[in-house]
């Protein structure tokens, strides 16, 4: 009996021992197979990386390729050029009796404007806008055609070329010159027009309009002797020309030379029908104390056109000083009247018309 319970026993404790082996063992193989199917993911995980990096590069490469600079289209042969046209003419008739050319009629000449004077008294106007708009050259007359006069022509042999200089008179050169100095004026490029008007003047010295562009560009720029020169210049040519005896006269008179500025009006015309002329002989007639021939030089530019209320003033100063009362109070009343004074002179002016009165 009890070698029964010993073999029991032992059996037991076998099935103890064996149940315990696998148990162990269970637990041995459980953590290998983890470690197994966690590197498997990871190895995937890499793969589709790479797959995916050598795609993109892949990728790259490709956008970096030199793109062909040629494409097909232009490797294409060009179309033939088209057969040119054959055209056969019929021989020229014989050439009929040469009839005479009829005289032209007449033509007439457009009518010549009067060169713009010079205003240089009281401000400096370039009349360059104006002279440009106003002096337009007239449309080109197509030439009436003679009756088949080539067959009186002799003919030119053939290879020869009839070329002729074109001569252009003094003149010409000079307006041309003075065309192309208003235009660089109107641009602003003030050295390259001086340029020209002074190749003007060279080539006829009596362009007036020339001159008194120069004269007043030379002004505006404060040189005034360069200005004078040019003025007595042209005066000593021509000393009856009123407008450059207004201008050399202003020069003389901002200088205080009144004894010139005289002369060189008197050598114009003391009688010139022109009313900035006779203003400024009656200005410089009154610096100089000659207040009756100034009194009447006044008047004479009154009586031409309507003056500024300069003018006015000049008159009936130079009449309260000759003890005409009532006429300097008149004047001065005109004056205000006619405005475009400054505010010293119409105080002035409003003082001496009440005194007067």
């Not at 007439?108 to 009281?122: C, F, G, I, K, M």
């Not at 000659?290 to 004479?300: D, G, I, P, T, W």
């Amino acid at each position: 009996m009890s070698l029964i319970n010993k073999m029991l026993q032992d059996l037991d404790r076998r099935q103890a021992l064996a149940g315990a082996t696998d148990a162990s063992v269970a637990q041995v193989t459980a953590p290998g197979e983890a470690q197994r199917g966690g590197r498997e993911w990871l190895w995937r995980i890499v793969a589709v990386l790479l797959t995916l990096g050598l795609g993109w590069v892949v990728w790259v490469g490709y956008q970096l390729l030199p793109k062909p600079l040629v494409t097909n289209v232009a490797l294409q042969p060009a179309p033939p050029p088209p057969a040119p046209k054959v055209t056969v003419t019929a021989p020229p008739p014989p050439p009929a009796a040469v009839a005479e050319p009829t005289p032209p009629g007449p033509v007439e000449a457009p009518p010549v404007t009067a060169p713009d004077t010079l205003r240089l008294a009281r401000e400096i106007e370039t009349p360059l806008r104006e002279r440009a708009a106003g002096k337009r050259e007239p449309p080109k007359q197509e030439p009436t055609k003679a009756p088949k006069l080539a067959a009186a022509l002799p003919a030119l042999p053939k290879g020869t070329v009839d070329k002729r200089d074109r001569v252009y008179s003094a003149a010409q050169t000079a307006d041309a010159q003075f065309r192309r100095a208003a235009v660089l004026l109107n641009q602003g490029r003030l050295s390259e027009a001086e340029d020209h008007l002074a190749g003007a003047l060279r080539a006829d010295p009596s362009h007036a309009a020339a001159r008194q562009t120069y004269v007043a560009m030379l002004l505006e720029q404060r040189r005034v002797e360069a200005a004078r020169r040019l003025l007595q210049e042209a005066l000593a040519v021509n000393a009856a020309q009123p407008a450059f005896a207004v201008a050399l006269a202003s020069i003389y008179t901002e200088q205080r030379d009144y004894r010139n500025a005289l002369e060189v009006l008197d050598k114009a015309g003391p009688a010139a029908r022109n009313a900035e002329f006779q203003a400024m002989r009656g200005a410089v007639l009154q610096r100089l104390g000659k207040h009756a021939e100034a009194v009447e030089a006044y008047q004479n530019a009154i009586r031409i056109a309507p003056q500024p209320g300069t003018t006015w003033v000049g008159l009936a100063i130079s009449l309260e000083t000759l003890g005409r009362r009532p006429e300097a109070a008149q004047a001065y009343r005109r004056a205000l009247d006619a405005g475009s004074l400054a505010a010293e002179a119409r105080e002035y002016a409003e003082g001496r018309a009440r005194a007067l009165e």
